[in-house]
């Protein structure tokens, strides 16, 4: 997508296509992103009630689809569950998993990273996050990719039913555990807890938003090691330089590649009429290669000092989980060069990307490991 965005920046900024407002700047998508009183992320406000009713009866909208006032609160009570340090405190957990991947990696010598490093470890990791047992970990896995597959195409009704009342199960008032769910099951702000709908709820958005997300940063990150191997051999010998590419990988090529909101009123956007309930599709891939913004954006350099950039999104919806995504991503590449020598790749071709205009990955990525 990269050509048409910068044809974009460069003709059409801000352009209209019926109801639907396509926005590729920095500055712009920043101040949209900053006014959420303007710009609406409740979406299910402009659903049809039978819809939004269906949805509603066993979880409520994640807080991603929320505004203010509900979405603060939502955000304080889950925020305090998840918060952090809870994620600091998986890390050697999530180094013996990602170990492992990569030593299996180097044994088979020729391996998909997909399926083989990128894919396993966020689901691994938060399926012992909310304390799914090793015997429901099959089952567990089947309902998260049937939610992948259903992003961008109207939600799974039947397996958000089943996975909610999976969770329903597993929520004690009493809890002593450590175990997300159970935190969420305690947690208490201003005298108000989570409901089981609300506990539900967020459970699946953890797996909706992080799984995926996560897979493709780790793969996003290894192509453009590929890409640049004088990067990879000198992290290798340096291995602070691994949260810098990791940066770089989430500006150059953004997991996540638009998000949207809704205008609750009528106004004007550089220039450009945006009426009330106009669709306003945010390009955060093409913000974060905006020249104005990064010098030289359209090329990969992990030593950059611009740091800002919007893959995690911006404001009130900021990435609830973006310590844990960095925690992954940069454990997986540190585990990944010390077992991994050198690597060739076998180039993707187009018809191997994800087939989303949200997200940008790939579903399958060959390599061959170098011994010496
Ligand atoms: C929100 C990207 C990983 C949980 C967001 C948003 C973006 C994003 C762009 C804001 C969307 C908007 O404003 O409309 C990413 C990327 C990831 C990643 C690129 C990985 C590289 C994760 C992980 C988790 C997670 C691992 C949790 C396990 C969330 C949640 C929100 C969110 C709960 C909603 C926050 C709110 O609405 O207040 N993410 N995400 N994400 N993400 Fe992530």
Same mark, same amino acid.
């Given at each position: 997508p990269f050509e048409w965005y910068r044809e974009m920046r460069k003709n059409s900024p801000v352009y209209r296509e019926g109801n639907m407002i396509h926005i590729f700047k920095y500055n712009t998508i920043s101040k949209i992103l900053s006014d959420h009183q303007n710009f609406s992320s409740q979406f299910r406000d402009l659903l049809g009630e039978e819809m939004a009713a269906m949805l509603n009866e066993k979880t409520t909208p994640s807080i991603l689809l929320l505004d203010p006032p509900l979405h603060t609160t939502l955000r304080g009570l889950v925020g305090s569950a998840f918060t952090p340090r809870s994620i600091e405190l998986f890390e050697p957990r999530? %180094?013996?998993? &990602? %170990?492992? !991947?990569?030593? &299996? =990696?180097? +044994?088979?010598?020729?391996s998909d990273i997909v399926s083989d490093l990128s894919y396993q470890l966020p689901i691994r990791v938060i399926s012992e996050m909310l304390g799914v047992p090793e015997s429901d970990s099959e089952i567990f896995r089947d309902w998260s990719d049937k939610l992948a597959t259903s992003l961008g195409r109207g939600p799974d009704i039947e397996t958000q039913y089943d996975m909610a009342d999976y969770f329903y199960k597993k929520i004690d008032r009493n809890s002593k555990g450590n175990n997300l769910i159970s #935190? !969420? $099951?305690t947690v208490e702000m201003d005298g108000r807890k989570l409901s089981d709908k609300e506990i539900a709820g967020f459970a699946i958005l953890l797996l909706v938003a992080g799984n995926e997300t996560t897979t493709n940063l780790i793969t996003n990150a290894i192509l453009s090691l590929y890409d640049h191997p004088e990067i990879y051999n000198e992290m290798r010998k340096t291995p602070s330089l691994i949260p810098g590419v990791v940066e770089e990988t989430l500006r150059y090529r953004s997991p996540v590649q638009s998000t949207r909101r809704y205008s609750k009123i009528d106004t004007e956007i550089e220039g450009e009429e945006i009426l009330k309930n106009d669709i306003l599709a945010l390009y955060l891939g093409s913000a974060n290669r905006d020249e104005? &913004?990064?010098e030289d954006g359209e090329s990969f350099n992990p030593y950059r000092k611009e740091k800002r950039h919007m893959a995690f999104g911006q404001g009130i919806h900021f990435c609830l989980g973006a310590p844990l995504a960095r925690l992954e991503a #940069? =454990?997986?590449l540190e +585990?990944? $060069?010390?077992a991994v020598p050198g690597f060739e790749i076998e180039k993707p071709s187009p018809d191997d990307r994800i087939d989303s205009d949200i997200m940008y990955g790939f579903r399958k990525l060959n390599l061959k490991v170098n011994r010496s």
């Open positions: 999530i %180094r013996e998993i &990602a %170990r492992m !991947l990569a030593h &299996a =990696i180097v +044994e088979k010598e020729n #935190r !969420l $099951s104005e &913004a990064f #940069r =454990i997986a +585990e990944f $060069s010390k």
